[in-house]
């Protein structure tokens, strides 16, 4: 397949137009400004489902909080989610982290130049893997992610199925095919900001385009055809109630169980309606912890979408009693809030409180 697609495509044309475009287009990236491969690393991970104008500030707090892998690999968990918060897909920040130690611990704190090496790391798959190596020390290695196979599928017209997992391991294939030995970082780089800036997932502007001429898809007219993708699955609606429950001018805060969703942040206490009514989570709750509350008025509701579930949150004040001294959880005062890690549904319900 590989040897038959790219069978009459110009390959040194589309390198050369490629890199020429990128040359003059791409943007001023702060992960850009440096060669440090673990600065390439960490914006690859924040990168990752993540629009580029979100990842920017917290790619410049976390390099100010965390400077070099040593200071990364020594950090506790809690300040490194603390750093992550309100990004999203808080596993790529506690992979991270325990990648960070690794290297320190096997590698003396330098980032393997080897691909196999740095792809056994706790969460670097083939696309970072590919991205890191090339953009980072200049191997020859192909970087794959969403944007990479969109531009390609267009540009080959290549009409199987992107969500299939084949599939990508075809395109991986293909594209190492593609990277130049000479400059794979601009290249790879420049496919990345070709999906991201005008071949877009909708209303491609082909116009612009630097590689127009090369494109199967746009001479044959079936550009916005293409990538072909599965449906999605639906997602789960999970209705919540939330607790916020004040004890002389502190609230109680709980952490999440160590593994799974949102794993290890803190979080009001949350009661899934789904199970039991609203009257039942509340006794749950104060019997769990030990708590002597009253819930008196519903206060608003959030809805959180997540890539497989999503939350339907109403939001009630409650006042406790007395205090507890339950090690799970804790009373905290708004202005400690800093102190503590807190998904984004959490993070809004703090404007609740007064």
């Not at 790529?92 to 980032?111: F, P, Q, S």
């Not at 790879?188 to 999906?195: D, I, T």
């Not at 009253?294 to 497989?308: A, M, P, R, Y």
């Not at 409650?318 to 905290?332: G, P």
Request: with cysteine.
């Amino acid at each position: 397949m590989k040897q038959h697609i790219l069978q009459h495509f110009d390959i040194p044309s589309f390198q050369e137009k490629i890199l020429h475009w990128y040359e003059g287009e791409k943007r001023d990236l702060p992960w850009r400004r440096s060669g440090n491969p673990y600065y390439i690393w960490v914006s690859e991970i924040m990168l990752q489902q993540t629009r580029v104008d979100t990842v920017i500030p917290f790619f410049e707090n976390f390099i100010t909080l965390f400077p070099t892998i040593e200071e990364l690999a020594s950090a506790e968990e809690q300040d490194v989610l603390k750093a992550w918060e309100g990004l999203g897909y808080y596993s790529r920040a506690r992979n991270l982290h325990h990648a960070a130690k690794e290297v320190v611990e096997k590698y003396d704190g330098i980032i393997p130049r080897d691909p196999s090496t740095f792809g056994s790391l706790k969460g670097v798959g083939p696309y970072t893997r590919g991205a890191v190596m090339s953009i980072a020390y200049g191997l020859p290695e192909p970087a794959v992610d969403a944007n990479v196979m969109r531009v390609l599928s267009r540009i080959l017209r290549y009409e199987e199925n992107i969500s299939e997992h084949r599939v990508k391991k075809q395109f991986e294939h293909i594209t190492r095919e593609l990277v130049p030995i000479e400059d794979p970082s601009s290249f790879n780089q420049g496919l990345m900001e070709l999906g991201a800036l005008i071949c877009t997932p909708k209303e491609p502007m082909c116009i612009f385009c630097p590689v127009q001429s090369l494109c199967v898809a746009y001479n044959d007219g079936v550009q916005d055809q293409l990538p072909i993708k599965g449906k999605k699955k639906k997602q789960r609606i999970i209705h919540y109630a939330a607790l916020l429950i004040e004890y002389e001018g502190k609230y109680v805060i709980e952490q999440r169980p160590p593994s799974g969703l949102l794993a290890n942040l803190w979080q009001f206490p949350m009661i899934p309606l789904d199970e039991m009514s609203l009257e039942d989570g509340a006794v749950w709750i104060a019997s769990e912890y030990g708590l002597d509350i009253d819930i008196e008025e519903q206060v608003g509701t959030l809805k959180h979408v997540f890539s497989h579930i999503i939350w339907e949150v109403t939001i009630y004040k409650a006042v406790m009693q007395k205090s507890s001294n339950d090690e799970r959880i804790e009373i905290v005062h708004p202005d400690a809030f800093d102190m503590y890690p807190f998904p984004v549904p959490h993070l809004k319900m703090m404007s609740h409180i007064t």
